[in-house]
């Protein structure tokens, strides 16, 4: 069976609430796979600090640095494993003999800072039996041997035969030995590299580095909100960015994967549901633009180019190191913290000609970096940063100045540079009726929405058939395309197609009424996908159902639009939104929200029978095939509670009072069998109608929510409302929204034209869709 390696990085294991996310997810592998982990938080950092006091022989701080450390560990321990248990126990000997050594100066830097390592190994491994799942704990000293500062691949891969096939092994990230036993690190953020070696050496088909954001962006979203998740990024540009010292990834996690089939991909241990970011080949992955900051560089001139000497120091550094060539000269960019190093080692053959510089580097598709060098340039010099230096090469530019660029620059060059052509891929899911006439207008509509952000159509579904390409389906031709070539697809598939698309942007546009359909919905934003949809069921489901794809499109940025849902193109959510963003309280909404229920309600009068009405608002098509559907009023209760949810209300839809515009009797068999007893109904309308009558009243169908009673009134059915009111003197066919705020209290806003049809619902969708490329575009 093929093994998988998983990698948690200190982010992941920063509290024992980590820990319990970690173990949960631990629950879910099989034995014999491997787990990496890195120390828990900032632990190595801590114990880089005490080394530095040690160090400096300041027994002060050192005595202090233990005491953190100490703090942080048995608060962890404490509370997953309890103060009396084996590992507590462990970790204060560790501390006592730490004590012992720093006191009788014979603390060794790589045995100190591996203490990180083995306590989270060890701790994740008890926690795991606790949990009732077998786990050991390695030390990756005793598997990765490392000689004349290489790792001797051979024999590794023959100590990492020692893993259990019965059990999760916890191995330890980081750290190795050499081939005396002394112990020697991978370089900081090495873990990753522990993990991407390890997944060589037992063969695994797969490394997962799980950290705490979903998967590698455009930037680090810590710092910018609008950071983009890509899908996919080529390795290429993975190595890039890590060879610029960006943390996502350690910059030589890449190399024990080179001509092999493991995958690697990062995830967020935090939202395990999520996708994550795939490294594939270069060939597999659009190039993507990334920026990454740079904090407290040197830049050296060397007097040669030499390829070697940079590898070697690299190598000694134990970090990566980034030439730029610029006119003739070599240049090499430094941590600060490794200058006096990188001196020492060139000696005269290399000089410094800046220390101690900040800045920014843009990773991007080959031949475009002078242009965004030149772009990014002039922005930062209109927000008055000075630059010290600026150059460009193949796939990066580098950018340095003064100070560390802030979170709202970073935005600023963000949103000008890598956002703006984000592209967008759109799947439109029913393609009969409206969606034949959507396509055909998203013929003409392109131009518009390409001047917004890149667009292009990658899907057309139909309940059991599809059409997919993700390179992009040729629209004017699109029609034809799906007649000759669609292929039968299940729900799985198309997930799958829209996980694996390589796009800044996804939508997926549902035409379709099916409710089985919407139930895909949280599979889409589990994917980023955003939704827009003229499909009530979604907007309609059982409230738990709903607020938790609510939750989740929140957590991930994403946009759901349903503009269409209701009143088909009239603007009735975009009128909602917008009093309620501008401060206004809506009160009450009312009205006629049913195309088919507003023909026969203006239709009807008493010298006529209903039943013959709506046999010929069938035959017309103004009807479902069984007018059962319209008259059960099934249809107007979901749009009010579309309506109602709008308004932040938490409704079901059974907290919407029904009454149909049929006796229950005729709700049994076909619609042949209730006209067989169309005579219930006639009579069933006759009665109110003539009621309504004696009042001077006339019946119309109408939907009423009214948030000001208590409880609040929400109810769908037929009234006895006065000729000269606005649902009564309605156009046959036409839908009314009547809505009362506090700034629209007497006199209501009024929307009101055709709430059903092809072209304007086609249309309400575009402007669904117009909506969404503006918003990605911002
Ligand atoms: P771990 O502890 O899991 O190894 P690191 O702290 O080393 O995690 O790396 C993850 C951090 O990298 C994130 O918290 C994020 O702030 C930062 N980061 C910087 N650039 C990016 C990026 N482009 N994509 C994702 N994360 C990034
Ligand atoms: N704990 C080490 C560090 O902080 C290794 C790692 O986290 O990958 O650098
Ligand atoms: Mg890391």
Redo the contacts with the bound molecule.
Sequence with gaps: MTKQVYK?????LSSAKRYHAVANICQQLAYGDAIVV?AAGKTTDTLVRLWSCYHNQDHKGVGEVIALLKDHQCALVSELLGDKSEVYAHFIDDINAISQRAGCAELEQAWLLAHGELWSARLLAHYLNKQGVAATHFDSRKLFVVAQNNLKHQENTARCQALKSDQLNVVTGFIASDEVGNTVTLGR?G??YSATLLGKYINASSVT?????Q?????????VEK?V?YNKISQQQAQQ?ARLG???LHAKTLTPLKDSDIKLV?RS?YDSHSDGTQVVANEQAKAKR????LASVDVFQLTHNNKDSIRELSIILQHPLQPLEVEGNTLLLVPSQFGEQVASYYLQDAVLIESNVSGVAIVSEAGSESQLLESAKALLEKQSMTLRGAWSQNGFAILLGDQLLESDTLSLLHEELITAKQELAVIVAGIGNVGEVFLSQLNDQLARLNTLLPVKLVGLLRSSTSLLNGQGIELATASANFKNNAKASSPEQIIEFIKELDYGHKVVIDITASESFSKLYPEFALHDCHIISANKYAGTAELNWYENLRRLQTEKNLLWRYNTSVGAGLPINFALKDLQNSGDKITKISGVFSGTLSWLGANYSLDKKFSDLVEQARELGFTEPDPREDLSGRDVQRKLLILARELGLSLELDDIELSAWMPNELAEGSWQDALAKRELLDTFVEELALDAQREGNTLRYVAELDTTTSPITAKVGLKAVAPSAAVATLTPGDNIFVINSVWYADNALIIQGPGAGREVTAAGVHSDLYWLCHKLSE
């Design positions: 948690f990085g200190g982010s992941s890195s953020n873990s990753d580095i799980w950290t705490d954001t998967g590698v962006y455009s930037t680090d979203p810590r710092k950071a998740k960015l960006n943390p996502v990062v241990s990334f920026l990454t900051t």
